[in-house]
């Protein structure tokens, strides 16, 4: 009689825990469908509000991640609940104890709530985008997601730097409107200025005609300063955003072939040696 209880109660054991893994298994394959089903509803529900209202595509990202980052908070929530009512854990305990958990750390998380609410309204107040070239915490770089903790900015160098919203106290967007491209270009003071200046809006009228990322320019202001041995010459145009850099790096080429075929000289510092005898 022993023998089979024993047999009965190990069988039990085993359909429970067959029964348990059963749950935990669709449990996360549903999971695993409802997050993807729910990131595109999400993705192309921001795609058809950019096509209807005209928002910016910076604008639609940023919100866009900002959504999906909270779904994802939600489901996850969600979906520890459900786990926990799999296993039969205490679930109003745990909720009652993850509350007063949450009290207890609410009084030292003070910088956390900073976060949140900086973040609040550098998004209510539309300051930065995702895509947008900004300076903020003494970071340069590209804004890849505006979080309610963090905002995410990718360096030049390629670093990607997670900022703290609180520590965002200004921000200089550089993408608001167009960009200006800046060229110092020297001749040496043997050379005909007002040859060179010529010169150098002829190409200067003919880069504006073959690109479109130039939206104003470029011109030869004029004599910007005198050197050692040089005459600065400044060029200044306007630019789509993010593009002043290509522009400038073409500029500074076609500027220099034109001077050279032209012959006028670019001058560069030179050492002189004396022997002493």
């Not at 394959?29 to 058809?48: D, K, N, P």
């Not at 990607?160 to 040496?188: Q, T």
């Not at 005909?192 to 470029?218: F, R």
Request: proline share 2%; aromatic share 8%.
């Amino acid at each position: 009689m022993d023998q089979w209880t024993s047999y009965l109660t190990e069988g039990a054991f085993l359909t429970a825990v067959l029964l348990v893994i059963g749950q935990l298994f669709i449990a996360i394959i549903a999971f695993l469908i409802v997050r993807a089903i729910g990131r595109r509803i999400i993705s192309s529900g921001f795609e058809r509000m950019q096509a209807q209202k005209n928002m910016t595509h910076g604008r639609m990202k940023t919100l866009e991640k900002l959504t999906l980052n909270i779904f994802s908070y939600i489901l996850i929530f969600v979906f520890v609940t459900i786990i926990a009512g799999i296993f039969e854990l205490p679930i109003g305990g745990l909720i009652a104890g993850a509350g007063v958990v949450g009290l207890a750390i609410g009084f030292g998380a003070q910088g956390l709530v900073s976060d949140v609410v900086t973040g609040f309204f550098l998004l209510l107040e539309k300051q930065i985008d995702v895509d947008d070239y900004v300076t903020a915490a003494g970071i340069d770089g590209v804004v890849e997601e505006v979080g309610l903790r963090t905002t995410q900015i990718r360096g030049f160098d390629g670093t990607l730097h997670f900022v703290p919203n609180r520590e965002i106290s200004s921000v200089s967007n550089h993408s608001r409107g167009n960009m200006r491209a800046l060229i110092d270009m020297s001749i040496s003071y043997d050379d005909n200025i007002d040859e060179a200046i010529a010169i150098m809006q002829s190409v200067c009228d003919k880069i504006a005609l073959e690109d479109e990322t130039i939206k104003e320019g470029p011109n030869v202001i004029g004599v910007q300063g005198l050197g050692d041995s040089d005459v600065v010459i400044r060029v200044i145009a306007k630019t789509e955003n993010m593009m002043q850099w290509a522009v400038e790096r073409k500029l500074r080429k076609e500027l220099k072939e034109a001077l050279d075929a032209n012959n006028i000289e670019i001058p560069y510092p030179h050492q002189v040696y004396i022997e002493k005898k």
